[in-house]
């Protein structure tokens, strides 16, 4: 087990459980809910062997145990784990399941479906289901036809009142219907021109807001401009490392310690605290398949 791993594993037991960490003394069949959960959320890392409380506890492990585990997750959930590690820490052997966001949801778990709240896995009611079904084929209720519904249903005084408050998915649909008999461009045409440029300009996405009956546009400055780096209290190798990311793409710890000449514990901090500031995420849990690369940049902005 390498000093990253340890690194990695105490971090998690330090942050305790939470929306996308979940402790398990044993794999249990809340356990694959909990993966299921994870798979219809964000993703998340499963730590079997570890209490609630963070206490290590460790379990047995026999040379088929990781194998049979993963086949029980996929006839269960039909998920593939991301990645799934065994670890020793202080004689007790403790196991990672990562869990990636699934794209295609609801995924279900014997035949029920399971979400994250908090630290807590949640059953999907029927309003969930449906919401998941209509985001995956890309609608929204306000476009799903009722069969039984007629013209003499709709009520003038009523229809006067919704065009007053319609939210912006209303304003949507009737766009739309604008737009196939040629009054308008089509809905979000505009507003995909806007992030175009902004790409081209190598700029982050601007942040829309509808407030006082208008929609207003917020351009923001990017935290990877140098100088917003180093406001961030950044080092001179954290801030030559981020630099170096935007340019090729990501870094891992062996050559973080290269570029900045330094142990592999002190490469460890300094990219978790990178990680900690929402500039850089950790793609894998550990080993040599894990490196660093930017977050999503509507989540590392700042606003003006």
């Known amino acids: 087990m390498t000093k990253e791993s340890v690194f990695h594993l105490n971090r998690l037991l330090a942050e305790g459980e939470s929306e996308t960490i979940e402790f398990k003394e044993s794999f249990d069949e809340e356990a694959v809910e909990t993966i299921s959960a994870f798979a219809n959320a964000n993703g998340g890392v499963l730590l079997v062997g570890v209490a609630d409380d ?54 279900p778990c014997r035949g029920r479906y399971f979400k994250r709240v908090g630290k807590s896995n949640r059953q999907m009611s029927d309003d969930d289901l449906t919401r998941a079904v209509l985001e995956k084929v890309g609608m929204t209720w306000d476009q799903v036809v009722e069969p039984r519904a007629k013209l003499t249903d709709l009520d003038p005084k009523q229809l006067r009142r919704f065009r007053k408050l319609c939210n912006l998915k209303g304003r949507r ?9 040629g009054w308008i461009e089509r809905w979000g045409s505009g507003i995909q021109k806007i992030l175009d440029e902004c790409a081209a300009a190598k700029l982050p996405e601007p942040m829309f807001e509808e407030k006082q009956g208008a929609l207003w546009v917020a351009f923001r400055h ?35 310690q290269e570029l900045g000449q330094v142990s592999t514990r002190t490469a460890s901090r300094e990219l978790a605290d990178l990680v900690q500031k929402g500039i850089l995420e950790q793609v894998g849990l550990t080993g040599k398949g894990t490196f660093y690369r930017l977050k999503a940049s509507e989540t590392r902005q700042t606003r003006h």
């Open 54 to 107: 963070g206490t290590v506890k460790g379990l047995p492990l026999g040379k088929e145990t990781l194998r049979d585990w993963t086949n029980r997750i996929a006839q269960a959930t039909h998920v593939h784990p991301h990645q799934i590690e065994h670890f020793s820490r202080e004689g007790k052997t403790v196991v990672a399941i990562q869990v990636a966001e699934s794209a295609i949801k609801p995924v």
């Open 173 to 181: 649909l009737i766009a739309e219907i604008f737009f196939n008999i």
């Open 222 to 256: 990017d935290i990877l401009v140098e100088g917003q780096l180093r406001s961030l209290r950044l080092s001179e190798r954290q801030v030559r490392a981020v630099m170096l990311i935007e340019e090729k793409g990501s870094i891992t710890n062996s050559e973080y």
